[in-house]
């Protein structure tokens, strides 16, 4: 185990600071003088090490940026124009988690079902005949967005990702995927695909470092060169150009160099399966069909308020007067014996 905590938290994957080797590396690079807003050698080299993981071309942009809801922000609002409007499952992040940030830019939110966390290619379809170009009266759908993992833990396998790519092209649109999770979705055992797919069917995409280790931070990557044009100045006019952005540059080299991003999504997959194969023996069914760092358990609403008194998670949906499905979140902190005690006290009460 990485670390042992005061608090025994299981609502976030970032509750604790960072590993030993961001903080260390952060360290090193205090008293260096460098140049700033991403030009420095620091964020180059950051830059290099994310390209090799990808296997994509030297003059691929990448770009360091504080967190996630200011990476949708920034790359959504900077991509479509005034008319322009993006799809994203009812579930999805910009959908229902950043105040209705996606909004605020004038840019509507087409929301459709999702299917186990998921954006289908037959969604897609059905709001494209519901927008039939040319149509003024209506805003003009042009990007799909997608988690990988999803909000409720799924992840998408490659034949489903390149089904999205080739419905996107069909009509023109382009694909952004949000990577906050991403590291826990290429480490589950539902994955059978990889950096490399991930930047094949990718327009656009970044790789979440907040909530796999990183004290801040992610890395906006841009597959689609020519979408990359001007996106610097979209950076520093939502105020996420960072004069010193060899802060977060510095802990993707930390996270990268050695492959540690892999091992930290690794150590919370295998903690959340703990407690997925624990429960399941106690006779407790699963919202979702997850294999990544978040579970989604339902359970007596007696026992969810029982354990709540000492284990930090919260009620994800009601479902009616007895029991409620509840969210557990595993990071790169979580020790497993918090786990196993977790465990023997729900056995417990169940």
Not at 20 to 45: K, R, T, W
Not at 188 to 199: E, K, M
Not at 211 to 221: D, F, H, M, P, T
Not at 230 to 237: E, S, T
């Amino acid at each position: 185990d990485r670390l042992a905590t005061e608090g025994i938290l299981f609502d976030n994957a970032y509750a604790a600071a960072a590993p030993p080797e961001c903080i260390q590396n952060l360290c090193e690079q205090s008293l260096q003088q460098v140049a700033g807003y991403d030009l420095d050698s620091v964020s180059a080299h950051a830059a290099t090490l994310i390209r090799a993981k990808l296997d994509v071309a030297n003059d691929t942009p990448v770009h360091f940026i504080s967190g996630g809801t200011q990476a949708n922000l920034t790359v959504i609002g900077a991509l479509l124009r005034p008319h322009e409007a993006v799809i994203a499952v009812d579930a999805g992040h910009i959908a229902t988690h950043e105040t209705g940030g996606m909004e605020a830019t004038g840019h509507e939110v087409i929301h459709v079902p999702q299917v186990n966390g998921k954006l289908t290619p037959a969604a897609i379809e059905q709001v494209m005949r519901a927008h039939p170009h040319p149509k003024e009266h209506s805003v003009k759908p042009r990007m799909a967005f997608i988690s990988q993992a999803t909000e409720l833990g799924t992840v998408y396998n490659r034949t489903e990702l390149l089904a999205l790519r080739a419905v996107c092209d069909a009509h023109g649109l382009w694909l952004y995927i949000d990577g906050a999770r991403l590291g826990s979705a290429l480490r589950s055992v539902h994955a059978d695909c990889d950096w490399q797919d991930i930047a094949r069917v990718a327009d656009v995409f970044y790789i979440g470092g907040t909530k796999n280790g990183a004290l801040l931070g992610e890395a906006i990557v841009f597959p689609n060169t020519t979408l990359n044009n001007d996106f610097r100045y979209a950076l520093k006019q939502r105020g996420a150009l960072l004069a010193k952005g060899r802060v977060i540059a510095s802990q993707f080299i930390a996270l990268f160099e050695h492959d540690l991003y892999s091992e930290l999504a690794q150590h919370a997959n295998d903690c959340a399966i703990r407690l997925r194969m624990g429960l399941s023996e106690l006779g407790v069914v699963f919202y979702t069909d997850s294999a990544t760092n978040q579970q989604f358990p339902i359970l007596p609403n007696t026992v969810i308020k029982a354990l709540q008194k000492d284990y930090g998670f919260y009620t994800w949906e009601v479902l009616n007067e007895r029991e409620s499905v509840v969210r557990f979140v595993f990071s790169w902190a979580t020790p497993m014996a918090m786990v196993d005690e977790f465990l023997t006290n729900a056995k417990r009460l169940l």
